[in-house]
C-alpha cells in the first residue's frame, strides 16, 4: 500500500512541480521559452526544479500516509 502512496505523491508532486514551472515561466511567449530550452543549463535547472518537487511530494506523502493511516512516526 505505501507503494501506491508514493507514486500517487509522485505524480501529484510532478502535477504541482508542472504547475510552478508554468508560473515561473509565465512571462515569456511560447518562442522564448523554446529558445530558453536550448540552453542545457537552463533545461537542467527546470527540470531538476520539477523532479524535485516531484520527490518531496512522495516523500510528504509517505510521510503523512505513515503518520496518520499506521501511526508509525
Known sequence: ?????GIAGLV???F????WLSYLLRAYSRQEI???MEDKSIRMKY???NWMV???GCGLFILAYKYFILGDI
Open 1 to 5: 500500500m505505501i507503494y501506491l502512496i
Open 16 to 19: 504541482i512541480g508542472q504547475l
Open 12 to 14: 501529484i508532486g510532478f
Open 34 to 36: 523554446l529558445a530558453l
Open 54 to 56: 516531484a520527490a518531496g
Open 47 to 49: 527540470g531538476l526544479l
